[in-house]
Structure formats: C-alpha cells, structure tokens
C-alpha cells in the first residue's frame, strides 16, 4: 500500500539499492583511530613458529582435521572443544604423486595430531599462516588483543551482546563499557571481549581480528575509543535512549535513525507539491517514512 501510494504521489521517484553518501557521511567513514587499533596484531607464518605454542580448540570437530590412524572418529566423543594445542613442529610425508608434504604436528599431553598442510615444506613455511588452520586460535594473538584491550573503557557500537557463556542477550550501544578480559572466542569470531557496563552487568562481545572497518566484526564495527554522544549535543536525553536501544519513534532525524539501525538497504526518494519525501528499507522488514527530513512513520 505504501509503495502504490509512493508511486502516486511522488514526482521523479528514484529507487536504488545503493546509497549516495553526503560529503558529512563520506567524512564520517574515514579510516579512524577504532581502524587500525589491532594492526598490530599478526598472524605468523610457520616458518616463525616455536616450539610450545600454543593454539585454542573452538569445536569438538577439529578433531576431523587430523589425518592419522587412531583418534575418535566421533567428534562428540573426542571432546576437543577448549582444548590447548601445542606446536610440536613439522614432519614431512611422500604424497601420492611423490612430492615431499609437509605436516603440521600439535600436541596435547602426550597425545600427538597431525594435520596435513598438502604443501611442499617451501611453501608452507611461507604460506601456512597461524590464524588459517581450521577450528584453532592462535592464542599468541589473543594474549597480544587482551594487551591492547584489558582495562581499557571503550563505547559498543552494537545492542546485539552475549551472556559469558556465549548466549545471545540485549545490550545497548554507544555506552561505555570497562573491558574485564579477553578470551579466544569461536570458529568463526576469534575473540571473545569480556566487560561490565556502568550497572556492573556481565556480558561479551565477539570480534574479529580484522585491521580494518571492512568486516562486520571488526573492532571499528563493533567499539568506539570516545564517547560518539559527543558528537551530537542536540539529540536529546530521551531519543539517545532510543537510539542505544536500537528504537524509533515519529520526529527523529535521519542521522538519528541512521544512528539507531544503521544504513538502509534501499532508499526511495522523491517530493511532493509541498515536501521532500523520502522512504528507508531495512533487511528486517523495517520501513522509515520521512517528510522533509523528519521521521513521519514507521512499519516492520
């Protein structure tokens, strides 16, 4: 009913899945200080690997990585999940079209895993890098994160938070946090970022090691090092409270529902005989009517 009612109205509707940012927006996203904060976070190679280091277990399954004779071929069963692997350095194998392949060997206790590189001992000492092997952490890395980060105040810039055992929970964004502790996190996000906010509650945040705002759990995406309510002395007490809690409500701003639930996945824009009238379209089903820059309505 609204898009008939847009298509009526409007004179020179224009309707597109790209954004044109304003030169306030395109300034807005520059490289921050928030970018580059864990540049300084590396992968090693292997052929910088010592002997004893150690690397975290995220999932029972990295067991089904190991290619030797002998170990669990039930992954539950193995009970690998928060394990610490350590390196115990490289052997080599004749593969089938005779080449010479290196192997990686881990070592838990006394226990002894293989992992198979497929690659030639030159090409894996130069390529196999110590953040790509599947289902483990570098905890070299992770200790190197916690340096950067413990102790330290920082802003969320996501409500989507978790419970210290990893369970999805409510939070706020844009408030300030004291982190607590950094853990190895999971398969997919390396680092599990421990805090308390200013009512002493527990939670978490899960982010990539990421040197940049590019990934979507990147420390740019998902923290701040300042206070961004700072930057916008006009919004009021009460619409801040929306916006950290991810809400809308009739007579907010465009920045201040930019601010709330992000950019648009498409924008149709156009006028009337009197206004500008301008419609958001977000992922979720959420839609933003707003009339000379003001928000008017809203439906999910």
């Not at 002998?70 to 079209?97: F, R, V, W």
Request: hydrophobic share 35%.
């Amino acid at each position: 009913m609204i898009l008939v009612f847009l298509s009526s109205c409007f004179t020179g509707v224009e309707s597109t899945k790209k954004i044109t940012l304003s030169k306030e927006d395109r300034k807005a996203i520059r490289l921050t200080e928030e970018d580059s904060f864990l540049k300084s976070i590396q992968p090693s190679p292997l052929s910088e690997w010592e002997k004893g280091m150690p690397f975290y277990a995220t999932d029972n399954r990295v067991i089904l990585i190991f290619d030797q004779q002998g170990l669990p071929t039930n992954p539950e069963e193995a009970q690998m999940k928060g394990k610490i692997l350590t390196y115990g350095g490289c052997e080599s194998h004749i593969g089938a079209d005779g080449k010479k392949y290196t192997d990686i060997i881990f070592q838990d206790g006394e226990q002894i895993y293989r992992y198979n590189t497929n690659k030639t001992e030159k090409e894996a000492s130069s390529t196999v890098m110590s953040d790509k092997i599947p289902m483990l952490i570098d905890m070299n890395m992770v200790q190197q994160a916690a340096g950067l980060m413990k102790g330290k105040k920082l802003w969320t810039r996501t409500a989507l938070w978790y419970d210290p055992e990893g369970n999805k929970i409510k939070g706020k964004k844009f408030i300030p946090v004291h982190v607590q502790e950094v853990k190895p996190g999971s398969m997919v996000f390396p680092l599990m970022v421990m805090f308390k906010d200013e009512e002493d509650n527990n939670a978490a945040l899960f982010i990539n090691f990421g040197n940049s705002g590019t990934d979507s759990r990147s420390f740019s995406h998902i923290f701040t090092l300042e206070d961004i309510r700072k930057k916008y002395p006009s919004t009021t007490d009460e619409i801040w409270n929306l916006i950290s809690t991810e809400q809308v409500r009739k007579g907010m701003t465009k920045e201040e529902c930019r601010l709330s639930l992000g950019l648009p996945t498409e924008v149709s824009s156009g006028h009337d005989y009197s206004q500008t009238l301008d419609l958001w379209h977000y992922p979720d089903g959420m839609v933003l009517w707003f009339e000379d820059g003001l928000l008017s309505r809203f439906h999910k």
